[in-house]
């Protein structure tokens, strides 16, 4: 069998406001979802069904799947720059991405981009929006 490293890379497109008032935005929006009561935390999710991820902080982001549902992950310690740099990269062997994994902080900088913080990731909680 042969395992090639999957590398993917999240990044969110710049927002036209200024910083402070995007990382308010995302506050609010991040507000908006809460766990699904009676849903059971998953340790990994397939790579291939997330959609988008939106970074809400420097310990959560959330995973917006391809059939519509929404994963939080609250890592377990704080990642410096993850919530300013809003961007990050995983690498894995499996199809999957799971709680024991490490995600990378991408810092941009004046001639791309460079490697941050390596940060592990928590559980996968499922959310939605609350009514």
């Known amino acids: ?19 402070g008032d995007a990382r308010r935005d995302r506050k609010a929006e991040a507000a ?5 009561p009676g849903a059971k935390a998953e340790n990994c999710v397939q790579i291939v069904q997330i ?14 799947m ?7 992950n609250t890592l377990p310690n704080s990642c410096p720059q993850l919530g300013f740099e809003e961007s990050f990269s995983y690498a894995t062997s499996l199809s999957q991405l799971c709680s024991v994994d490490i995600i990378t902080v991408l810092n941009r900088t004046g001639g791309g981009l460079m490697r941050g913080a390596s940060c592990g990731l ?8 609350a009514k």
């Open 1 to 19: 069998m042969r395992c090639l490293p999957l590398l993917a890379t999240a990044f969110v497109a710049s927002l036209a406001v200024a910083p």
């Open 32 to 36: 908006m979802f809460t766990p699904i």
């Open 51 to 64: 959609r988008e991820t939106r970074v809400r902080d420097d310990s959560t982001i959330d995973f917006y």
């Open 66 to 72: 391809r059939d519509g549902r929404i994963y939080r």
């Open 122 to 129: 928590g559980s996968f909680v499922p959310v939605a929006k």
